[in-house]
């Protein structure tokens, strides 16, 4: 399984980014797929996240209002739209995605999912 993660980049602070990140390979039905972050010097954190069965999703309280997250069921596809960024934004940001074996592990929580991409760097400017 490869998931593949694009659009990270260097923005000015009030800018936006959209991610994307493409599972790919063993092909099985997914559960959700989810994104996280890390600062330098920071743990792994949680941003976003969305349930393939209701489309339901969910966002860490320090992204609500500026970060949506959308998906392509049948193309194991999600996106991460950031809007209104900041330094505080700053980190490599990784995708991952939820195979049947996590299907009851918290979404907002890494050890929820099974796979995980190689990370995208976004960096904004102050």
């Known amino acids: 399984v490869q998931l593949q993660a694009f659009g990270g980049g260097l923005v000015q602070a009030g800018g936006s980014l959209r991610l994307s990140c493409a599972a790919s390979?063993?092909?099985?039905?997914?559960?959700?797929m989810g994104w996280f972050r890390q600062a330098p010097g920071k743990e792994r954190e949680f941003v976003a996240a969305i349930k393939w069965s209701d489309d339901s999703t969910y966002l860490a309280d320090s992204v609500k209002g500026r970060f949506t997250i959308s998906g392509e069921n049948a193309k194991n596809t999600v996106y991460l739209q950031m809007n209104s960024l900041t330094p505080e934004d700053t980190a490599v940001y990784y995708c991952?995605?939820?195979?049947?074996?996590?299907?009851?592990?918290?979404?907002?929580?890494?050890?929820?999912?099974?796979?995980w991409g190689q990370g995208t760097e976004v960096t904004v400017s102050s």
């Open positions: 991952a995605a939820k195979s049947p074996s996590r299907s009851t592990y918290d979404y907002t929580r890494s050890g929820g999912y099974d796979y």
């Open positions: 390979g063993r092909t099985f039905r997914w559960y959700g």
